[in-house]
């Protein structure tokens, strides 16, 4: 049972920066897809950022070049690096994990491949 844990939301204007962390437990090896998922109020929740094991990364067209997922294994510690904050990028943001994952590609933003959550963050970003 795979067990996530979210923190590092917070308040920022325009512009800044803020890192998320998501502790993780339950698994072993680098066979996990990981991410970063967001909702908005009355919004789709949307994917953001994924990595495969400690490898390949994928980015929403609207995160890119602004946000950096990544993972820390020896602190089985997954981060959300994120700069230049919009407004548009207020939401609770979630990490979430595919347990076990054995494709070769890149890790998909389909929700329903996501099994376990964890119970989110706020991110707001005021103009």
């Known amino acids: 049972q795979v067990q996530l844990v979210e923190s590092g939301g917070g308040s920022v204007q325009a512009g800044g920066s803020l890192r998320l962390s998501c502790a993780a437990s339950g698994y072993s090896g680098s066979g996990i897809c990981m991410g970063w998922f967001r909702q908005s109020p009355g919004k789709e929740r949307e994917g953001v950022a994924t990595?495969?094991?400690?490898?390949?990364?994928s980015y929403a067209d609207s995160v890119k070049g602004r946000f950096t997922i990544s993972k820390d294994g020896a602190k089985n510690t997954l981060y959300l690096q994120m700069d230049n904050l919009k407004p548009d990028d207020t939401a609770m943001y979630y990490c979430?994990?595919?347990?076990?994952?054995?494709?070769?590609?890149?890790?998909?933003?389909?929700?329903?491949?996501?099994?376990?959550w964890g119970q989110g963050t706020q991110v707001t970003v005021s103009s």
């Open positions: 990595i495969r094991g400690f490898g390949r990364t």
């Open positions: 979430a994990a595919v347990y076990p994952y054995y494709g070769l590609g890149p890790c998909l933003f389909r929700l329903e491949n996501y099994k376990y």
